[in-house]
Nanobody
């Protein structure tokens, strides 16, 4: 069965950094487009960043220059390095795996990121 397990969330002060990880199992990780999404209280889930099987990345305008998505296919893991965190980055962050052809997709359970002084 498919599992996406996020980790690395927590409490950080404004201006600080966190690195999220998402370990995947049950899929051929290397062919999937992997993404990070987030959902703040009372708001819709939104895209943060994606990375294709070939390494092409895409970012929401709100995180460009501050966040970096990367993947390690040998470890079946996708990362999100978050720098210069702002209070508005506070949300539950979710990992998503998208199959490039058959539209199958999977979500992780989410990890909370709190940005507060």
């Amino acid at each position: 069965q498919v599992q996406l397990v996020e980790s690395g969330g927590g409490l950080v002060q404004p201006g600080g950094s966190l690195r999220l990880s998402c370990a995947a199992s049950g899929i051929i990780f290397s062919i999937y487009t992997m993404g990070w999404y987030r959902q703040a209280p009372g708001k819709q889930r939104e895209l943060v960043a994606t990375i294709t099987r070939g390494g092409t990345t895409n970012y929401a305008d709100s995180v460009k220059g501050r966040f970096t998505i990367s993947r390690d296919n040998a470890k079946n893991t996708v990362y999100l390095q978050m720098n210069s965190l702002k209070p508005e980055d506070m949300a539950v962050y979710y990992c998503k795996a998208d199959h490039p052809l058959n539209r199958a997709y999977y979500w992780g359970q989410g990890t909370q990121v709190t940005v507060s002084s």
